[in-house]
């Protein structure tokens, strides 16, 4: 059974960094793409960046240039370093590996 667990949310002040991480279990880590997606209150949830299983990435234009996803195989975790936060980017953040979904985590930026 696969189990995706998010960390690292939090407050931080505009113009300040983040780092999430999402920690899998149960499956072949390295042979998955990954996802993060994030929803603001009102708002559907948006992918804002993906990995390959080859470490390719992408990212919505939103947050091209500010935030970067990496991988660490060895440890079955993926990464979401956030730079230069703004306030829009107020959401929870989730990961996810195919159909499984992560319980996500809080990010709040203040102005």
């Known amino acids: 059974q696969v189990q995706l667990v998010e960390s690292g949310g939090g407050l931080v002040q505009a113009g300040g960094s983040l780092r999430l991480s999402c920690a899998a279990s149960g499956s072949i880590f390295s042979i998955y793409g990954m996802e993060w997606y994030r929803q603001a209150p009102g708002k559907q949830r948006e992918l804002v960046a993906l990995i390959s299983s080859s470490g390719m990435t992408n990212y919505a234009d939103s947050v091209k240039g500010r935030f970067t996803m990496s991988r660490d195989n060895a440890k079955n975790t993926v990464y979401l370093q956030m730079n230069s936060l703004k306030p829009e980017d107020t959401a929870v953040y989730y990961c996810?590996?195919?159909?499984?979904w992560g319980q996500g985590t809080q990010v709040t930026v203040s102005s």
């Open positions: 996810r590996q195919g159909i499984i």
